[in-house]
């Protein structure tokens, strides 16, 4: 075992937490999530699509692009959103109730 | 939804770990295998993981992530996905250099699938561990029988059509569910047994063992480049393929992105622990890439290691499942696009694609010289064309930003910051620019490059006319056309 040395041991274990630690991590995370997901559909028809931080970014992306060709999809997905997000109970992110009230549609 | 795809059904996966499985059994192939372990041991072994890893990071992943979001953005195969961005026209054809290149890329890999399937059976058969058997003259008498390759090649695209035509649910997701983690399985055990060998940490050394001058290097960094672009799949329009039958509620960047590009690497690096310790645990036998280490190098330390008859099995059973589901995948992006382009149903379509891939493979499985040829060819330009295409559509046509706001951050296991539309727009275009034109320098005036400028000239005029005459005055649908916006 002459040729494993500390530096090859280290690279070693760098590279198994770096690929299979991550790629673990992602694939844990992602079941976990639809695990989740599959359970709040359980209880209501609709789920809502976007993180509050995802929602803050196309609201503000709408206002200021009112004339793109695609403004009126982007509405779209922003106002189902903030529909399901007052309708229902069970969210998927992390939405406070002080937040879902500071909502309106665009 | 129902299993079978129907003009007005649209097929989904039916768990996300079918999808995901679909991912990684269609980026993990033979390159994996037989190419990236010996490339990262004769690159500086550790200093290349670095490389490697930088460079799938920076660009693999949001890559990925792009196309599977423009997949379930337009919920279409590859030329609808294009039309949903740049409207009807001559545009459109870009999809169809998509989709010439996949045909092409999969009527050279059929015989590939086919080698591994041939070893895989003869491994079952304990044939290299049988007395008096050698590896190199086994190889060469098989190579040369071309009808033995073209019978193999026909069962490859035979058992894909067969698949295919039981649909997305039932056929794909139902054999990557299996074949995949029976793979990742095989490799760890192969890994397990050679590491327990005497003489093993010689070949973790040489894969392992970092050498930092090599990144120093700038053909460390382009070869590193090469294997994360390669390796991933990056803008072939099979990601974009499997991520439009992703369910209403589906991640895109956490599965399709990260989990992807890092898990499909990890294969590689799997592979590197299976392969190499066994190698050097048995002397003289030296370590090597592409069909002289499976076929030849690996061959010959099987009959000197203990239970080397099942451990080949393991191998090559491993190794052909890699390669059939990437095969899979690929011509599935073609059944997608044409079946829904076409008034043919899902069976007739499939029925045509793999008829037509068998017959434009017959050259390839008839001389191994043809397939290195369309293979080098293709490697180095035609699918790097199918990336600017896709990721081009995307960074200057559809804009990364619109694409990131609508569909990847949309039910997102991850948020996907602004960082990501420049990555998108300037970073993957550029280098995919710069590999096209380091290859051709690097070939200049070889047959080669005189086919690589061959494909990138005529694929895209093929298209544009096509689609001119096919589209071109069937006017504009409401909200198809996307352009104009600017990030």
Redo the contacts between chains.
């Keep these: 075992m002459a040729a494993l040395t500390p530096e090859v041991l280290g690279m070693l274990a760098f590279t198994l937490l770096a690929f299979y630690g991550v790629a673990g991590w992602a694939l844990v995370r992602t079941l976990r999530q639809e695990s989740r997901k599959v359970e709040i559909l359980r209880h209501q028809d609709r789920m809502e699509t976007y993180s509050p931080a995802a929602l803050a970014e196309l609201r503000d992306w709408i206002e200021t692009n009112p004339d793109d060709p695609l403004v009126d999809r982007a509405r779209r997905q922003h106002n189902e959103c903030v529909t399901v997000l007052r309708q229902t109970d069970n969210h998927f992110y992390d939405w406070s109730d002080a937040e879902i009230d500071r909502l309106e549609r665009v | 939804m129902g299993d079978v795809p129907t003009k007005t059904a649209r097929a989904e996966w039916g ?3 079918g999808f ?1 499985m679909a991912m990684i059994g269609a980026m993990v192939g033979a390159g994996n295998i037989w190419r990236f372990p010996y490339v990262m041991g004769n690159n500086g ?2 200093a290349f ?1 670095l490389a490697f ?1 930088t460079l799938l990071v920076v660009l693999a992943v949001p890559g990925l992530m792009a196309e599977v979001a423009l997949g379930r953005y337009a919920n279409k195969g590859v030329i609808g996905a294009f039309r949903a961005v740049v409207g009807r026209g001559g545009l459109v054809g870009l999809g169809v250099v998509v989709l010439l290149v996949n045909i092409a890329l999969m009527s050279y890999y059929s015989p590939v699938v086919g080698w591994t399937l041939y070893y895989a059976v003869h491994s079952l058969l304990f044939t290299f561990t049988s007395s008096g058997f050698q590896a190199e003259p086994f190889m060469n008498e098989f190579f040369a029988s071309s009808l033995l390759v073209i019978a193999l090649h026909t069962i490859v695209m035979g058992s894909i059509a067969a698949i295919l035509v039981l649909g997305i649910r039932r056929g794909v997701e139902r054999i990557v569910v299996y074949a995949v983690p029976a793979l990742v399985l095989s490799l760890v055990v192969m890994a397990i047994r050679g590491l327990t060998l005497p003489g093993a ?2 070949g ?2 040489f894969a ?3 050498q930092w001058e090599y990144l120093a290097r700038s053909d460390t960094w382009i070869t590193a480049l090469g294997q994360a672009l390669f390796s991933t799949g990056l803008g072939w329009g099979i990601a974009l393929t499997v991520g439009s039958y992703l369910r209403e ?1 589906d ?1 895109v960047p ?2 399709g992105g ?2 992807t590009a ?2 499909e ?2 294969v590689g ?1 799997l592979a590197a622990l299976a392969i190499f310790p066994i190698v050097f645990a048995v002397e003289g036998v030296e370590p090597d890439a592409g069909a002289g280490l499976a076929f030849v190098s690996l061959v010959q330390v099987f009959p000197e290691i203990p239970l080397g008859g099942i451990v080949a099995i393991l191998f090559f059973l491993g190794f052909f499942l890699a390669t059939f589901t990437s095969g899979l995948l690929i011509t599935e992006v073609s059944v997608t696009t044409l079946s829904e382009e076409t008034r043919f149903d899902r069976t007739q379509t499939t029925l045509g694609v793999c008829g037509a891939i068998w017959l434009l493979g017959l050259p390839s499985a008839y001389s191994v010289d043809i397939l290195d040829y369309l293979d080098f060819v293709f490697g180095n330009w035609g699918l790097p064309l199918a990336t600017i295409s896709i990721i081009g559509v995307i960074g200057w046509v559809m804009g990364p ?2 694409l990131r ?2 569909s990847v ?5 991850i ?1 996907v910051g602004r960082w990501w539309d420049p990555v998108i727009k300037y970073v993957i275009p550029s280098v995919m620019v710069f590999i096209v034109a380091y290859f051709a320098y690097d070939n200049f005036g070889t047959p080669e490059m005189i086919g690589g400028m061959f494909v990138l000239v005529v694929f895209p005029i093929i298209g544009y006319a096509l689609m001119s005459v096919l589209e071109g005055r069937g006017g504009q649908p409401e ?1 198809a ?5 600017d990030d």
């Design positions: 768990s996300r770990f995901l072994g550790g993981v890893l940490s010689e973790l050394a392992f063992g970092i509620y991640d956490l599965g990260l989990f890092i898990g690497s990890s690096i930003q619109r706001l609508l951050n949309r039910n997102a296991g948020h909200g056309e996307v352009s104009g916006g």
